[in-house]
């Protein structure tokens, strides 16, 4: 975890400035997996992992980066636009400031400093947590004090879309930037809003298995599944005018049209229009405590993922089968884009221990593998760091409440 003072103490050593310290978190999706793109509904929640940004301003528009964790120093300038898609972590700290600067904010040269608690490559959206935590900096240091974090979570997006080569939907910057501490979130994708769900959990928790593997197929398979679903609302828009995304259909009304559509497609958009659904019944579940019915829905969206939209691999689907007949486990799915990463699970914490050795045990025994684990509950989304010393954890996060929706 990271040292605040230490962190602190270290940008003052390279860039002699007494930093400001700004931080947002990684994510884990409880369900609705593949669906912000669709323009659907998904049900984060931030979790107690940051990426930490220390910055202070500088005389030019020179944005020099030191992360500690690639141990590299890098720079670019905001009044000479360098290239695009470079093919390193810089990419998505240049992009998110091109982004920003587009959208309108002023901004000026920066040094900056970045740590991660986050793990890279997991599916717990470090990638996010890193570009809102800088886009946060970068708005604060350039004289915006309280930026509004919708904007800056679209930056984010952008930085992805453009400099990344990634089309991911708005999910992971969204709850990195508007997360609200001990509330999961149901998100209108479609309409940019929320709905804070409390997360209601009683004598249960939340636990994160990363299994720390990674398939290369991911970047390409996820925009790959992004055309499909694409190919598949044109097919059913010929049938149903009215239908501009997925989330537009039902599943009775998808089930009635499906054998028209080529069967590759088909299981595509099956995932994608009963996912909404499972999601919607998921926020009502979880705010009302019914983790036996929340725990259902996410195994039902496992299964999914793995046989209609096939984003799962062997090993996460053995993580999750570890779990199948753990008594006091909930529910258990993969989750983020696939093809490695993480999975989640919900579960009595008396039972923990025993969910970590069945998972360990078997991914051990088949593929010499050894998962981390950790549990979380819901944490805060961006903003600046008020503490000082080395036990500071509360961020200042203002202004959550609910966005206004557009249809």
Partial sequence: MVDLRAFKERFEQLYQQSPRVFSAPGRVNLIGEHTDYNDGFVLPIAIERRTFVAGAPRPDTRVIIRSLAMAETVEFDLCQPGPVRRGSWLDYVEGTARALLERGFALTGANLLIDSEVPAGAGLSASAALELSVAYALAAIGGTPNPDRLKLALAGQAAEHTYVGTLCGIMDQYISALAVSGQALLI???????????????????????????????????????????????????????????????????????????????????????????????????????????????????????????????????????????????????TGGGFGGCTVSVLEREVVPRAISSITERLRAKFKIEPRFFATNAAAGVGEERGTGAEATAVENLGHTPIAGRS
């Fill in 188 to 334: 209108d994708c479609r309409a940019l809003s929320y709905e804070p769900i409390p997360l209601r959990l009683g004598s249960a928790s939340v636990l994160i298995c990363d299994t720390q593997v990674k398939h290369e197929l991911s970047s390409s398979a996820y925009n790959e599944r992004r055309q499909q679903c694409e190919e598949g609302v044109r097919e059913i828009a010929r049938r149903h005018s009215a239908v501009r995304a997925l989330r537009d259909i039902s599943s009775a009304e998808f089930e009635a049209l499906a054998s028209r559509l080529p069967p590759l497609i088909a299981r595509r958009c099956r995932h994608v229009v009963a996912e909404n659904a499972r999601t919607l019944a998921a926020a009502r579940a979880l705010e009302a405590g019914q983790l036996v019915r929340l725990g259902r829905l996410m195994s039902d969206s496992h299964a999914s993922l793995r046989d209609d939209y096939e984003v799962s691999c062997v090993e996460l689907d053995e993580a999750v089968a570890a779990l199948a007949d753990v008594p006091g486990v909930y529910g258990s799915r993969m």
